[in-house]
């Protein structure tokens, strides 16, 4: 096995170990015990078990960021609004035992573990605010804050996959993927065939329309 393998046996081991023992009871001996390696082998990679958490979140961080692809308002929005909340949607439930530790941590029992899934945090937000900021210039969002819209959207998300991460109820993957769309068109979301298009232009036009001056 080489170190790259070794390096990401090591991160499917130590997130299974945290599924089962929370990260905060979880063991570097637990890990490595999982892994099947020495714990001298742990350190060859990892300093400690808070790099494992912080490396484990920047990898779904990445996902995520790779998941969402830009909307073109010339052709099907619903259509594209759904994938991306179904890709978005996959990568946290594919990956349930960091997303637990994301949605249920105690925020006063480690400030450093805080600290990480706070810009987790931040950083979604950011690739929302983008993509909400990108959309109403398209004519797919209504005016408003965009921040505001950003945190109203992470806060059903958070709820979802919180339920699902602690096995509350489990629901069907496009069950979500339906709600979640339902609730946006409520909301923000601006789909009507054709419209969204024109304002999107419209706005396009007068920002390069000249400014006159008396």
Known sequence: MDKTERRLELLRAARDVFATKGYHDAKIDDIVAAAKV????????????RSVFEELVDGLFAKLGAA???VDPAEDVEAQVKHNIRAI??????????????????????PAFAKKIGSFYEGVKRLLEESLTEGQRLGIVAEGDPDLYATFTIGALKEI??????????RPREEIVTALFGFLERGYLRVLPGEA???GEERVAKRRRPVRRS
């Not at 020495?38 to 078990?49: M, S, V």
């Open 38 to 49: 020495a714990k001298g082998t742990f350190y060859l990679y990892f300093p400690d078990k």
């Open 68 to 70: 969402i692809l830009q």
């Open 89 to 110: 949607v996959a990568v946290l439930l594919d990956d349930p035992a960091v997303t637990q530790m994301l949605m249920s941590f105690a925020a006063g029992l480690d």
């Open 161 to 170: 996959f919180l339920e699902s991460a602690l096995a509350r109820r489990v």
């Open 197 to 199: 298009r024109a304002l």
